[in-house]
């Protein structure tokens, strides 16, 4: 197989340390018998560059200067707020690193203004207990530590994530719960 990622706005390799689009490249690759999905032309197209070349994985990545592949996230997992891409996977991050926090979650939630906002789910440590002040706490920690544009806009706290028998946290039930919040 041979792997790279491209940018998100083209269909190019990105430089190192890029994230962007995980693909296979499909002429390189001659283990890569996928042509499509049965009676879909659409979503066919979805996965393929224009050109039939890049096989689109649905993941997002990064790639360093000696090949090595770093999965970033699930691409509908991808945060897109006022026009930043924001990976889940980079705010839970630094929220992890608070001596309060156990476990974090963050997804999408619809937005008039941004079109979406980044929330977060907590679960702390025990005989830590939520507060507003935590929830400042955790945001500036994300400003400072990761990026100002992206701390959650709000921050719920929880006794548990929603996860796969496997232990990997089910984003799609917390952005169904958020969207469920915002639209009662």
Do not use: N
Request: with cysteine; hydrophobic share 40%.
């Amino acid at each position: 197989w041979s792997c790279a990622v491209l940018l998100e706005d083209r269909d190019e390799v990105a430089p190192a340390g890029t994230v962007g689009r995980l693909a296979i490249d499909t002429q390189a690759s001659p283990l890569m018998w996928f042509t499509g999905y049965l009676d879909a032309p659409e979503k066919t197209a979805e996965r393929f560059t224009a050109d039939g070349r890049w096989y689109l994985t649905g993941d997002t990545a990064a790639q360093d200067a000696e090949g090595r592949l770093f999965f970033s996230s699930r691409d509908d997992d991808v945060i897109i707020m006022a026009g930043y891409r924001i990976s889940p996977f980079d705010v839970e991050s630094v929220l992890v690193t608070h001596d309060a926090v156990a476990e974090a979650a963050a997804v999408a939630a619809p937005d008039q203004l941004r079109g979406e906002v980044l929330e977060a789910y907590v679960v702390l440590r025990p005989g830590r207990e939520g507060s507003p002040d935590l929830v400042v706490e955790l945001q500036q920690l994300v400003k400072t530590q990761f990026a100002a544009h992206a701390y959650p806009r709000s921050i719920h706290f929880v006794e548990e994530l929603p996860k796969t028998p496997s232990g990997k946290i089910q984003r799609f039930k917390l952005r169904q719960e958020a969207r469920s919040r915002t639209a009662g």
